[in-house]
């Protein structure tokens, strides 16, 4: 992806509300560029900043220091009628979908057309194509109220892409759709950024969202990123406690264990988590250790696994696993308790 040019350069964002005697520094210092045509996660804990941030990116939020660039325009230089030419080219999607529920499916895609004049005959025809790219061709005349989530979901999309924007930003889009509706209104995105080359920015609380289309990752904590690069490198690998904090908060399940320095966390990839390995390590070794949890998952197709084990308390002992790790490429890191936990 980087090879393509920045739609986006953010730098130096920073944005803080200052209410009555409180000041609050709601994003802080992010600078990153993202390229035309890939998908851009942006994730974080509740407050950490991304919504404030995501409307930075349509200048609905000022920025109180540095500057969003956006295919080469500053937005905070643009003037009102600038600016609405240039949203035009931002579109967004959001939780709550923001249908119209007295218009049919059809006069809800078509009304950003009909905003810019388009006459009624040709707007329908887009409309209906647009229905067609996300598969509700024929609920074109029923109403929002009859249609499920991810159908009115679908709506939005549509209408999100009437005026062929360059990016859409999707901010929480799927969290309010079961796992199943999800899966399908993600795979419908991933097929339109692929078809139509859009650039599409989501943002999510959802590691699970980001592992299944995003490119890459920015993770923000207390405003700031906190890491950012391929989503397949920050799986295997999450070298920042915020990072650590969602890939791994699932790890520990319900199953809480005496914990003590002997705890580590080893990151496997595709290749490693087929082998038997904790089989081979004994035989290796001699020495034993004790799987505390293990979870593995499937990223872009290729298998990451992740464990807490538990290794001998005799360092030498400790002292041959690890360099046994170390050997077949295996990260066997301390495990954190304040995020594995
Ligand atoms: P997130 O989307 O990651 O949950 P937000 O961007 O909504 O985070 O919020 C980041 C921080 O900024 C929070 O501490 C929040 O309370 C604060 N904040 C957001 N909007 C406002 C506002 N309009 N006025 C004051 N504080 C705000």
């Known amino acids: 992806m980087q090879q393509n040019e920045p739609i986006y350069r953010l730098r130096q964002v920073t944005k803080i509300f200052a209410d009555k005697n409180v000041q609050t520094t709601a994003v802080d210092h992010v600078d990153f560029d993202i390229y035309e045509g890939e998908i851009f ?14 409307r930075t ?23 009102e009628k ?36 388009v006459g009624k005959k040709e707007r329908n025809k887009r409309g209906l194509e647009l229905l067609r790219i996300v598969g509700l061709t024929e609920k074109a005349k029923a109403y929002p109220a009859q249609l499920s989530g991810g159908q009115k979901q679908r709506v939005a999309i549509a209408r999100a892409l009437a005026l062929q924007p360059k990016v859409l930003l999707c901010d929480e889009a799927t969290s309010a759709l079961d796992p199943k509706i999800t899966e399908e209104i993600l795979n419908l995105l991933e097929s339109i950024n692929r078809t139509m080359n859009l650039t599409i920015i989501m943002i999510t609380h959802e590691m699970k969202v980001i592992e299944k289309i995003c490119h890459r990752v920015a993770i923000i904590d207390h405003g ?16 920042s406690k ?16 005496d914990w003590n320095n002997e705890c580590y966390r080893i990151v496997f990839n595709g290749f490693a988590a087929t082998e038997p ?21 499937s ?43």
């Open 242 to 257: 915020a990072a650590q904090k969602l890939v791994l908060p699932t790890l520990m399940g319900d199953n809480p264990f």
């Open 57 to 79: 990116l349509n200048r609905l939020e000022e920025v109180s220091e540095g500057e969003v660039i956006f295919d080469g325009k500053v937005l905070g230089d643009l003037s």
């Open 224 to 239: 700031s990123v906190a890491e950012l690069g391929n989503v397949k490198e920050i799986f295997a690998n999450p070298k």
């Open 41 to 54: 996660g942006i994730i974080g804990m509740s407050g950490a900043g991304k919504s404030t941030l995501v």
């Open 299 to 341: 990223v872009g197709g290729i298998a990451y696994g992740q464990m807490i084990v538990e290794l001998p308390k005799e360092p030498q002992g400790r002292k041959r696993v690890l360099d046994y790790f170390a050997q077949i490429g295996i990260t066997a890191v301390e495990a954190d308790r304040e995020v594995v936990v």
């Open 82 to 117: 600038e600016l609405r030419a240039t949203r035009k080219e931002i579109a967004m999607i959001f939780q709550s979908f923001h249908l119209l529920n007295q218009k049919t499916v059809l006069d809800n895609v078509t009304l950003p057309l009909k905003l810019v004049g």
């Open 277 to 297: 390995i904790i089989a081979n390590l004994v035989q290796t070794t001699g020495e034993n250790i004790n799987i505390l949890s293990a979870n593995t998952r």
